[in-house]
C-alpha cells in the first residue's frame, strides 16, 4: 500500500519506484562525490531520506539543509551540529571532540530537547567560528577522516546558499572562497572517507556560471533524477488507487496519465488527489471525461495554482531582469506554438532583449532553461518544446495572454 501525499517528501513504504536509482546512487558513492541534479518536486529529498533509512553498505549520511545559509560559519556549525544530533555514537563522540564545541550550551539541549535551546547552540557556535570557519572546517574533516566511519555529507540545496552569498557584495568573495575550500577538502589524498553529494532545486551550473567558479564542482559526477518510466507510473496509480479505495478504470488511468504527459511523481498525485476529493464529495463515477474535466478546472485552476507557481517565479529570483523578459516570451510563445525552432527562439530573445543579442549568451540561456526543467531540445529537428505537458497547459492558462514582465 502505498499513501498519496501530495507535498512532503516521503518515506519507507510511501516512497516509490525509486529503488533502482537509489541503488545506483548508492554504488556512485561509494567510490565518489555525486551532483543529483534535478528540478522542483522531482523526490529529490525522497531519495536522499532512502539513502538514510535504507543504506546499501557501510556509511552514515550527515543531511544538512542549506536553503537559509549565507555565510560558510553557518555552514560549519550546521555540519558540527548534525554530527552531535545524528544518533550515532561515533559520530556524536567526532562533534564533541572538536576544541570549539559548545560542550556545556549541548547538555542544556539534550536535557530538554528544546528547540529554542538549539537555536543558542547554533548561534553561540556560529559567532565562535565566524572569524577562523576554515581552521574549524579543517579540524573537523580531519577528526572525520580520522575515524573508520565513511560519512557521506548531503549538501542539500547548496546552490540556493551560493546564490544567496553570491547576490550579496558582503559575502559574494566568501561563496568564491568556500567552494575552492571544499574543494581542497575533497581532493586532499588524507581524506578518503569522505562523501559529498550536493542536490539543489536550482541548477547549480547556472549559479556557478554567474559566479565564474564552474570548475568549483568538476569532480563530481552528475546523476540524474528522472521522471517515472511509463510502466513505473501506470502502476503507482493504480496502487494509490488500490490503497484509497478509488475505483479507476484503464480508460480512466491512461486519461489520468495523457492529461499530465510526462510522468513526474509529484505531477501524478496532484492529479490522483484532485480526482480523488472530486469523488469523495458527491460519489459520482470516475470516468476518463470527469477525469478531464476536473484537470481543466481544479489542477490548471487557482486551487492548485500554488503547487507551479514556483515555476514562475524563480525565473524572476534566479535569473537576470533581461533573462526574465526573455524566457518569459520564449516560454509564452512555445506554449502557444507547442514547437519552436532554434532559431525561432533566438529571434524572440533578440526582441526581448532590447540590444544587441549574444548568440553565446543565448545558448547559455537555453541550456539553464533546459537544465531546469522548463523545456526540452530535439536536436535532430533542433526544436524546443515544453518539458512537460501539464506545465505547458498550466502556463498557458494562467500566463499565455501575459504582454510585460
Not at 39 to 47: E, L
Not at 194 to 217: K, P, Q, Y
Amino acid at each position: 500500500m502505498v499513501i498519496n501525499r501530495v507535498g512532503p517528501p516521503v518515506r519507507g513504504r510511501d516512497f516509490y519506484g525509486r529503488e533502482a536509482f537509489v541503488s545506483l546512487l548508492s554504488e556512485k558513492l561509494r567510490w565518489g562525490n555525486v551532483l543529483l541534479a534535478a528540478p522542483r518536486r522531482f523526490g529529490k529529498t525522497s531519495v536522499m531520506y532512502s539513502l538514510i533509512d535504507d543504506p546499501r553498505w557501510d556509511y552514515k549520511v550527515i543531511h544538512a539543509d542549506l536553503e537559509a545559509l549565507t555565510e560558510p560559519a553557518e555552514l560549519i556549525t550546521l555540519l558540527v551540529v548534525e554530527l552531535a544530533r545524528a544518533g550515532d555514537s561515533r559520530l556524536s563522540k567526532i562533534a564533541k571532540s572538536l576544541s570549539y564545541f559548545p560542550r556545556t550550551l549541548w547538555s542544556h539541549f539534550t536535557e530538554t530537547f528544546e528547540e529554542v535551546v538549539l537555536m543558542e547552540v547554533k548561534i553561540k557556535l556560529k559567532e565562535k567560528l565566524r572569524p577562523r570557519w576554515q581552521e574549524s572546517g579543517e579540524e573537523l574533516f580531519k577528526r572525520v577522516a580520522a575515524s573508520q566511519t565513511t560519512i557521506i555529507f548531503v549538501l542539500d540545496e547548496l546552490p540556493m546558499m551560493i546564490d544567496r552569498m553570491a547576490r550579496s557584495e558582503a559575502c559574494r568573495s566568501d561563496a568564491k572562497t568556500m567552494l575552492r575550500w571544499l574543494r581542497a577538502l575533497r581532493l586532499s589524498p588524507s581524506i578518503t572517507n569522505l562523501r559529498f553529494l550536493i542536490a539543489g532545486s536550482i541548477g547549480i551550473e547556472h549559479v556557478l556560471n554567474e559566479l565564474g567558479e564552474i570548475s568549483a564542482i568538476n569532480d563530481f559526477e552528475k546523476v540524474r533524477l528522472d521522471p517515472f518510466p511509463a510502466k513505473v507510473a501506470a502502476a503507482f496509480i493504480n496502487d494509490l488507487g488500490a490503497t484509497h479505495n478509488l475505483r479507476l478504470s484503464p480508460q480512466s488511468k491512461r486519461r489520468m496519465l495523457d492529461l499530465i504527459g510526462t510522468p513526474i511523481p509529484y505531477f501524478l498525485q496532484i492529479i490522483f488527489s484532485e480526482v480523488a476529493k472530486a469523488h469523495a464529495q458527491d460519489g459520482a463515477p470516475v470516468t476518463p471525461g470527469r477525469v478531464e474535466h476536473i484537470y481543466r478546472d481544479r489542477v490548471l485552476g487557482v486551487d492548485c495554482k500554488m503547487y507551479f507557481d514556483h515555476y514562475y517565479g524563480r525565473l524572476r529570483e534566479y535569473y537576470q531582469p533581461q533573462e526574465e523578459k526573455a524566457t518569459k516570451r520564449i516560454l509564452r510563445e512555445l506554449g502557444m506554438a507547442g514547437l519552436l525552432s532554434r532559431d525561432a527562439c533566438y529571434q524572440l530573445y533578440k526582441e526581448a532583449i532590447d540590444g544587441k543579442a549574444e548568440t553565446d549568451e543565448f545558448n547559455r540561456l537555453m541550456t539553464w532553461l533546459e537544465n531546469d526543467f522548463y523545456v526540452r531540445y530535439q536536436p535532430d529537428a533542433r526544436q524546443y518544446e515544453f518539458s512537460c505537458k501539464l506545465l505547458r497547459d498550466w502556463w498557458l492558462r494562467h500566463y499565455g495572454m501575459e504582454v510585460s514582465v
